[in-house]
């Protein structure tokens, strides 16, 4: 500093020097009171803290209640009794099968919030066990977090929806936080497979080994053309007393079913009769002729495009070449493809396989020209095979032994009584459904349905396919595919 300067410092007004003293106080004050502002903030972190993750337990709580609402949809043994005939499919038809929407297309579900179709009340007592006192109640399922208020199911705010779910649900914590979850459901459109086995032309033919391959258990037995047999006795006499078991027809003195019902659209012909009979001789009452063109023979009908956008979403898409390889969604040109084994067997009991579309050789609905060939080698599949084209099965192995469940005895609807059964050398477990022909090369059997569009046939004698048909199925209940899904874009948490 230059000796004018500094002299002129030391000669500064009086008037100035107050001014940054002012300065510096007003510094120092607003210093202590950021400090003191951080200290407070720092000293309710915790609480709020605290407060945003009691929030989000209470929404998780009412987001998994609505899951397990959902999942009573699926599998009605889990399913509360008072309700469960409310969550069935109680629309559709005699022609195309239960449904939840009626023929325009409006949910089976028609209640408001203020008057729901299905509501559950902690307030009553009866509803608190379901809802939370139980051990099955929504709250012991979902690990006791806290306690569920109230659940209501009415109808879509949406067109086109199944219903809406709405949760109110309160934690259990020091500080409870009531909250309640809305969300929206849709439904897939898969048709009801209400048959054990379903054929689109003749099965079997007048001629040495050429009997039909197909024997079924617990369903009928639908052939839009004519069905040939060996023997009388391979068409199973219905009957009350029939034992629900899981041995093969083989293994019985005679065949018997109580559940098995034959719908055939021609007539039934006999290779070897009884004796001084003809190839027409007298049947059992459960075997119903000439059913075609009226009455009518009631095959499910599996639209192509509809299931296709159902696979491409929810389940497995492949693409048959003329080689039988099968080719995932999206493969180039030159991809080589992989072998049905590879693709479709299930190593244990459990390894669902969802729902698997196998299209056509070009992409477009069957046609006699663009329909492969798809074998079956495996030991065990289980899910739901759809193949736009000709099917041949030929296992390798004995299969897998898997729990299955009888029909509801004839007469009742009631799930108590469902014979709990083991089958055994089961290669199948769920839908074999092919638009073309069956051609079974090795001897197999079948628990869930199959369905084909043209025959079924086999090598020879001895060698055919013996189907014990899953009640669910006439239900629309298929594992690995949702019956209902979360509609996207309609969570919604309520304050």
């Not at 029939?242 to 005679?254: E, K, N």
């Amino acid at each position: 500093m230059k000796m004018g300067e500094r002299r002129a410092s030391e000669f500064m007004n009086p008037c100035d020097k107050g001014h940054v003293l002012l300065t510096s106080l007003m510094l120092i004050v607003l210093l202590g009171v950021a400090g003191m502002t951080s200290l407070y903030l720092a000293g309710q972190d915790g609480p709020g803290v605290s407060a945003m993750k009691e929030d989000n337990v209470a929404q998780q709580f009412a987001d998994g209640a609505a899951d397990v609402v959902m999942s009573w949809f699926h599998d009605p043994s889990v399913t509360p009794a008072s309700i469960a005939g409310l969550l069935v499919k109680r629309q559709g038809d005699f022609t195309s099968g239960p449904s939840f929407f009626n023929a325009a297309g409006h949910s089976q579900f028609v209640g408001t919030a203020d008057r729901p179709d299905i509501l559950l009340d902690a307030a009553n007592q009866a509803d608190n066990q379901t809802l939370n006192d139980s051990p099955s109640g929504l709250s012991r399922a979902l690990g006791g977090l806290g306690r569920i208020l109230k659940l209501k199911v009415y109808g879509p705010l949406q067109p086109g929806l199944l219903s809406t779910v709405e949760v109110t649900v309160t934690t259990v914590d020091h500080r409870p936080v009531t909250r309640t979850v809305q969300l929206q459901l849709g439904a897939l459109s898969i048709p009801a497979v209400r048959a054990a086995v379903q054929v689109g032309q003749t099965l079997g033919a007048m001629q040495p080994g050429g009997e039909s391959p197909v024997m079924v258990h617990w369903g009928d037995q639908r052939v839009l053309g004519d069905l040939t047999v060996q023997r009388v006795e391979d068409v199973a006499l219905k009957s009350t007393a029939a034992p629900v078991t899981g041995q093969s027809y083989d293994q019985m003195l005679y065949a018997q079913d109580r559940w098995t019902e034959y719908w055939i659209g021609g007539t039934v012909s006999v290779i070897a009769p009884p004796p001084g009979q003809s190839v027409n001789p007298p049947l059992p009452e459960n075997v119903h002729q000439q059913q075609y063109p009226t009455p009518g023979v009631r095959l499910d009908q599996w639209d192509y495009a509809s299931l296709k956008k159902i696979a491409l979403r929810w389940g497995t898409y492949y693409r048959l070449d003329r080689m039988g390889q099968l080719h995932p969604q999206g493969a180039s040109d030159s991809d080589q493809g992989i072998t049905s084994t590879d693709a479709l067997e299930s190593h244990v009991i459990g390894d669902h396989r969802g729902l698997i579309f196998i299209d056509t050789v070009d992409g477009q609905p069957p046609r006699a020209d663009n329909m492969g060939t798809l074998v079956l080698d495996m030991d065990y599949f289980e899910g739901l095979l759809v193949v736009q084209g000709h099917v041949v099965c030929r296992p390798r192995a004995a299969g897998k032994s898997v729990p299955a469940l009888s029909p509801s005895q004839p007469g009742t609807e009631s799930l108590g009584t469902r014979v709990p059964v083991q089958l055994s050398g089961i290669h199948v477990n769920g839908l074999l459904y092919a638009a073309g022909a069956i051609r079974i090369e090795r001897s197999a059997h079948l628990y869930g349905a199959m369905m084909a569009g043209q025959s079924v046939t086999s090598i020879g004698t001895g060698v055919g396919i013996e189907v014990w048909y899953n009640a669910d199925l006439a239900q629309g209940l298929f594992q690995g595919v949702p019956v209902v899904y979360r509609a996207p874009g309609t969570w919604l948490a309520k304050y």
